[in-house]
């Protein structure tokens, strides 16, 4: 792919992904009484002008196609403790990093690290579960190609913020 395809490719993403975050305005035209629905504001004389902005307040209406269909086949669930602190946080920033919606266990009851200890064969924090895989401990590589495997964006999309679920 070329330079000039490629970048004219990247502008018609961000004009496409730009419109979806668009105002929209409804309005009664003075002139005619028709109902106007646009996406410029209205002019000074119309009447019962109503603007709505396009958000995002469907948490997954954001969150791009390969993201949804590998949170579907392989949830991601992060498994720390309190006294888990340098590890557990560069976990966390690589799943943020990637942009990648995951929930954060903090190993608090013996129930927990029961299931800890089953997942992965001890209470090793942090450790992941990406569908029915895990790894207990943090290594980037290790971490990296499982999401890999699993269809995870390599990098989080332009905009989004961290992914994570409070710790239960």
Do not use: H
């Amino acid at each position: 792919m070329s330079r000039l395809s490629a970048f004219c490719f990247a502008l018609f993403l961000a004009l496409a992904a730009s419109s979806a975050l668009a105002q929209t305005y409804r309005w009664i035209n003075p002139k005619t009484g028709g109902v106007m629905i646009t996406d410029t504001p209205p002019p000074g004389n119309a009447k019962l002008v109503d603007r709505t902005q396009n958000d995002r307040s469907d948490p997954e209406q954001g969150i791009p196609y390969a993201t949804k269909r590998a949170m579907d086949n392989f949830p991601v669930t992060l498994y720390t403790s309190a006294d888990c602190a340098t590890e557990c946080k560069d976990a966390r920033a690589l799943l943020n990093k990637r942009g990648i919606p995951f929930t954060e266990k903090a190993l608090k009851t013996q129930e927990d690290f029961d299931e800890l200890k089953t997942l992965v064969g001890g209470a090793f924090v942090p450790s992941i579960k990406v569908g029915n895989q895990s790894i207990k401990g943090f290594l980037t590589e290790s971490y990296d190609n499982l999401l890999d495997l699993a269809g995870y964006p390599k990098t989080a999309p332009y905009g989004s913020k961290p992914a994570v679920e409070p710790a239960k």
